[in-house]
């Protein structure tokens, strides 16, 4: 069975920190795709990442990182400087590659990321 | 390009009674998910549509359903509403390239 875990309910930090969320996921498959979404308070969810499983380099977009490690099963977002605009619920999932499967996303419960001025 | 539109964007029912939400894709988009976000179960998915028809269905019981249109427009339809079908319930479009765009969402309040 397929399950991410996300074991940071809430973190909170001051403009400018860097700050890391974790993702732990599990899945039999030898392949599937990783997945980092936004949540503002609007309530839609932007997409951020996809990764595809037998990539495993890391990808920086502007104060964005990740960090893919399959040995571990790990999918870790990093911001670099935080901002007030990042306040949001973030979160990781993971989806088959098999076609006709890959919009059918198991989400992680979420991180909750409060950056204060 | 315009996103992905969900109507209404509030919606207060009674138990019992049934509902339906509209999902307009982005232009072009062939495939719509659904997914239902509560606080206690978080986010699950639905079911997907591609063409016309239905392609995956998640956990969920028969009174959710839903429907794609030949414009690629998808409704959805709780019957028999219950307390615990309150919900964001949040549709997502995709071109076939592993990246979905959602909506903003219909927030559904039973009493």
């Known amino acids: 069975a397929q399950k991410v875990t996300q074991a940071q309910t809430e973190i909170s930090v001051v403009e400018k920190e860097d700050v890391t969320l974790d993702c732990v996921y599990e899945t039999r498959d030898t392949t599937y795709y990783l997945f980092w979404y936004k949540q503002p308070p609007s309530g839609e969810l932007v997409f951020l990442i996809r990764r595809n499983s037998f990539d495993e380099q890391n990808e920086i977009s502007g104060r964005y990182s990740w960090n893919f490690q399959k040995s571990t099963s790990s999918f870790n977002f990093t911001i670099t400087a935080s901002q007030v605009v990042d306040s949001a619920v973030y979160f990781c999932a993971l989806s088959e590659a098999k076609l006709g499967n890959t919009d059918k996303l198991i989400f992680g419960t979420g991180t909750r990321l409060q950056v204060f001025p | 390009k315009a996103g992905v539109t969900q109507t209404p964007r509030y919606l207060i029912k009674t138990r019992g009674q049934q509902v339906t939400l509209s999902c307009s894709p982005i232009?072009?988009?062939?495939?719509v998910s659904w997914y239902q976000q509560t606080p206690g179960q978080g986010l699950q998915f639905l079911f997907e549509?591609?063409?016309?028809?239905?392609?995956n269905k998640g956990n969920f019981p028969g009174r959710f359903s839903g429907r794609q249109f030949s414009n690629s427009r998808s409704e959805m339809n709780v019957s028999t509403l219950e307390l615990g079908d309150s919900a964001l319930y949040l549709c997502?479009?995709?071109?076939?390239?592993?990246?979905?765009?959602f909506g903003s969402g219909t927030q559904l309040s039973v009493l």
């Open positions: 997502a479009s995709s071109s076939g390239r592993q990246e979905l765009f």
């Open positions: 232009s072009g988009h062939r495939s």
């Open positions: 549509y591609f063409s016309e028809t239905q392609r």
